[in-house]
């Protein structure tokens, strides 16, 4: 792989990079958004007694998906034996998954926008996945730092 081909494979990964968090956060409003339809909120206590069960069995989805999420994310290893390409599509793989894990952070924000209504919820769930992207992004420095591990 020369040079030139390993910095454009980069490149496509922070351009993967960056358009993950935009389309799993939209995926993810338009989830709670549906979901906060049939929901029931109100001020009478027994509609709300009904979204009990939904609720509690959200909060036990979650974990679940973050704890296999992260048994496939420490399953992507380097090896330097493997093709430079082969090396590139697991950091990319390791890169989605890591993402995935990442953007559920956003997620009881966007739960507490269907409850509430409030646009804070919104403006900070968008802030989080904005500064995750930010904080989390790919570079060749740390491909490298990856598959020296």
């Known amino acids: 792989m020369t040079d030139a081909d390993?910095?454009?494979a980069i490149r496509y990964v922070r351009r993967v990079h960056w358009l993950h968090y935009p389309v799993q956060g939209l995926l993810m409003?338009?989830?709670v958004l549906a979901a906060g339809t049939h929901a029931a909120a109100g001020p009478s206590t027994e509609p709300q007694l009904a979204t009990w069960p939904a609720l509690l069995s959200l909060v036990a989805l979650v974990p679940a998906l973050a704890v296999v999420l992260v048994a496939l994310y420490r399953r992507m290893r380097?090896?330097?034996r493997r093709p430079a390409e082969?090396?590139?599509r697991i950091y990319l793989g390791r890169i989605f998954l890591r993402n995935s894990l990442a953007?559920?952070?956003a997620l009881p924000m966007?739960?507490?926008y269907a409850f509430t209504h409030s646009w804070f919820d919104l403006a900070a769930?968008?802030?989080m996945l904005l500064?995750?992207?930010w904080r989390l992004a790919p570079s060749a420095h740390a491909y490298q730092r990856w598959l020296l591990s």
Do not use: D, Q
């Open 6 to 8: 390993f910095h454009r």
């Open 29 to 31: 409003a338009g989830a």
């Open 78 to 80: 380097p090896s330097l």
């Open 86 to 88: 082969e090396n590139l």
């Open 103 to 105: 953007a559920l952070v």
């Open 110 to 112: 966007l739960g507490s």
């Open 125 to 127: 769930g968008a802030a």
């Open 131 to 133: 500064a995750l992207g």
